[in-house]
């Protein structure tokens, strides 16, 4: 048997090839998984345009200088086992390569998730590491998987950034906006449902003009603003900046314009040409630019309520805000899928190209596809 993944040059996202190789041995205590479906948005962009800063191309190394494969998050199942404690045939969600299959070595299992224990992950942060059972997995619903690829990682973001922003009061900026920039992407308005429910917050959401009527739609914006738009908005008004775009051009206008800005918090890269420009914003005036780590969060507050009680917090949150995008008479978000691997390359490209349309979510295999 073979397996196939998609190859990204490090030093330019816009070049991928497919690369098809003999699988591996398992040796004991491994599992192969045949990887079903995976979702691609601008997270994963992000992962790519942070590769080496964050240690992403780490997770699956290809063993090609300059080459690395982005991760995402899907589903599969198990397809052989040298493990006594996963059957062949399980189902599982977590973080793959973009592949046909991966290898994983299951440790510190649960009745609800495992670890993989590979010697080259031990030392990368633990949430990208669990891979959840399917069977009890509260989040799990068969008729939602393509949903939850698409929107489970990155609404755990969102949920965490709200929750990591009323944990530090806002930073003086209640009563006061938060400006969300790249507004129609997919943790950006995941971020714009939940502060939507706080008292005394304006969700300001910016974007480009194309996108300014489809993030309007979506109710969960007290105002959006094309990014031309910016002047709009008072100079002195109390606010704080949640940059999903990595737009240095952007970031430098927000600072520079806005003199009662509390706190400047970097999410994520969506905008990859725009990347090198952005710095590390030590020159910038207010506030100094700060990167958002979701797990420092998670790992916070688990601490202080307790895995239980941050689970059940957060499944609360998760079938609140999926009832609402998958709402039939307006949903946000329809999954497109495309299958094999020229359908992947195209597929990525519209990503990273970031024309894509944001109703519009992809679900990508590189596996023979099962019946849906």
């Known amino acids: 048997m073979s397996t196939t993944d998609l190859l990204i040059r490090k ?3 816009s070049s991928t090839r497919l690369r098809t190789s003999e699988d591996q041995r398992l040796a004991d205590g491994q599992i192969r998984v045949r990887i079903d479906s995976f979702a691609l948005t601008s997270n994963n ?5 942070f590769g080496d800063a964050m240690n992403y191309w780490q997770f ?9 494969t982005i991760p995402v998050w899907g589903f599969g199942a198990v397809v052989h086992s040298l493990h006594p404690g996963v059957a062949v045939g399980e189902r599982l969600y977590g973080y793959f390569p973009m592949a046909s299959s991966a290898v994983l070595t299951p440790e510190r299992l649960s009745p609800e998730r495992f670890t993989d224990g590979a010697a080259h992950r031990a ?3 633990a949430v990208y590491n669990q891979y959840f059972r399917c069977r009890s997995d509260p989040l799990y619903t068969t008729d939602t998987e393509d949903i939850q690829a698409l929107l489970r990682p990155l609404f755990i973001t969102s949920w965490l950034i709200d929750d990591f922003l009323e944990d530090n009061d806002f930073f003086g900026a209640r009563p006061g906006a938060m400006l969300l920039s790249s507004a129609s992407s997919k943790t950006a308005y995941g971020t714009a449902f939940q502060l939507a429910q706080r008292e005394g917050i304006e969700v300001i959401g910016l974007t480009s003009a194309a996108n300014k009527a489809f993030c309007e739609s979506l109710g969960c914006y007290s105002r959006v603003l094309a990014y031309e738009e910016l002047g709009q908005l008072p100079a002195d008004k109390p606010c704080v900046y949640v940059d999903f775009a990595g737009n240095g051009a952007l970031r430098r206008a927000i600072h520079t314009r806005f003199t009662n800005l509390k706190h400047s918090a970097s999410i994520g890269g969506t905008h990859v040409d725009q990347l090198a420009a952005s710095g590390s914003g030590k020159d910038l005036p ?3 630019a700060t990167l958002f780590f979701a797990p420092a969060q998670i790992k916070k507050r688990t601490s202080e309520w307790g895995a239980e009680a941050f689970g059940q917090r957060m499944v609360q949150a998760w079938h609140a805000f999926i009832a609402r995008v998958t709402d039939a008479k307006a949903p946000w978000l329809r999954a497109e899928h495309h299958d094999g691997g020229a359908e992947v390359q195209v597929a990525y490209a519209e990503v990273l190209s970031g024309r894509g349309d944001p109703r519009v979510g992809y679900v990508l295999s590189l596996s023979a596809p099962p019946s849906r």
């Open 60 to 68: 699956f190394p290809t063993g090609e200088e300059g080459w690395g």
């Open 11 to 13: 030093d330019d996202l």
């Open 45 to 49: 962009i992000t992962y790519a345009a």
């Open 286 to 288: 207010g506030p100094r």
């Open 123 to 125: 030392a990368l942060p």
